[in-house]
């Protein structure tokens, strides 16, 4: 069936560092892959998505990049700041038109 | 985002009873789904709707009912027969094209009295 498996669970880094999240997914129609981010009791909130037709997106300290071959795709954050603690949840879109999330990542940003 | 309204914030249930939960979008988005989040896991699909008067079951749907007579609103009942209603509950809207993004409320926490 489909799946979206995320890894790490919970990741825990030094403020400046970098934090990088991975997921894989099952079905190879799936086109879309957005990344949420979730604050305690708060909605997800979309932080950046990837269409299949590239392999790398990025958006200031946020980068994303896709391997369709292998159906694994990843969150890159760089110089990471305490406000960055919070869960991330990948994502996938197999037909017909609904997400598939994976387990989410729990980030912890140390100052 | 502010085009997605969930109402009430806090809902509390006693045994035997339905609870029904509110979702209203004014994006004119076609498509809405409603998502179950219990502690320390990921969003669990329960039902979604493309079109008006049209629904289909998610991963999760037993002991919930829901139904979309209009485009803006997308009502989730939680019925006597879910016996552990307890969780974090999320509705979400998109644009019913592939390759869009769906928009959350703010959800709606669930507890049993």
């Known amino acids: 069936g489909e799946n979206v498996e995320q890894h790490p669970s919970t990741l825990s880094v030094q403020e400046g560092d970098s934090a990088v999240i991975k997921c894989t997914y099952s079905?190879?129609?799936?086109?879309?892959f957005p990344w949420y981010k979730q604050e305690l009791g708060k909605r997800p909130q979309l932080i950046i998505d990837i269409r299949s037709n590239v392999g790398e997106k990025k958006d200031q300290r946020i980068a994303v990049t896709l391997n369709k071959t292998a159906k694994h795709f990843s969150l890159h954050i760089t110089e990471t700041q305490p406000e960055d603690s919070a869960v991330y949840f990948c994502?996938?879109?197999?037909?017909?038109?609904?997400?598939?999330f994976g387990q989410g990542t729990t980030l912890q940003v140390k100052p | 985002d502010g085009g997605i309204t969930q109402s009430p914030k806090y809902l509390f249930r006693k045994e035997g009873q339905n609870v029904t939960l509110s979702c209203e979008q004014n994006?004119?988005?076609?498509?809405m789904y409603w998502y179950r989040q219990d502690p320390g896991q990921g969003l669990r699909l329960i039902y979604y709707s493309q079109i008006v008067n049209d629904f289909q079951k998610g991963d999760i749907a037993e002991g919930y009912s829901v139904s979309r007579e209009k485009k803006e609103s997308f009502p989730l009942t939680v019925t006597s027969a879910q016996k552990n209603p307890t969780a974090f509950y999320l509705c979400?809207?998109?644009?019913?094209?592939?390759?869009?993004?769906?928009?959350f409320g703010d959800g709606t926490r669930l507890s049993i009295l």
């Open positions: 079905d190879s129609a799936s086109n879309y």
């Open positions: 994006l004119n988005h076609d498509a």
């Open positions: 979400a809207s998109s644009i019913l094209t592939e390759d869009q993004p769906q928009h």
């Open positions: 994502a996938a879109d197999p037909p017909p038109g609904k997400l598939i």
